[in-house]
């Protein structure tokens, strides 16, 4: 995703969320590869990239798990951190920038 020209450190924090957000994405077409046997954990390829997928993803969605656990086998995990990391982007880090830049002056 392409920002207007912004101080660094706004910059630095959208990245980071945009790579989260394919992280994420490879989580979850891991987690789909995986439950419908296209690829095997037994290769310690594929298991050392999905234990780093889970170290990175893991913690957030088990914190959004103990608030909406999976509904009918459906995990709605990585769809509420999508929508979290998309209400950062759109409205707190734009919000944050105008008040700070507000406050020096």
Do not use: C
């Not at 995990?77 to 950062?88: D, E, G, R």
């Amino acid at each position: 995703m392409l920002y207007p020209p912004i101080d660094p450190i706004t910059a630095l924090i959208l990245t980071v969320l945009d790579i989260y957000k394919w992280i994420v994405i490879a989580a979850v077409v891991a987690s789909w590869l995986i439950a419908f046997n296209v690829i095997n954990l037994h290769n310690n390829i594929v298991r050392s990239i999905v234990r780093f997928l889970d170290a990175l993803t893991e913690p957030v969605f088990r914190q959004v798990r103990r608030v909406i656990p999976p509904v009918g086998g459906l995990d709605l995990s990585p769809i509420v951190v999508f929508m979290a990391i998309w209400f950062i982007e759109a409205y707190v880090i734009p919000w944050a920038v105008f008040w700070i830049y507000r406050s020096i002056g």
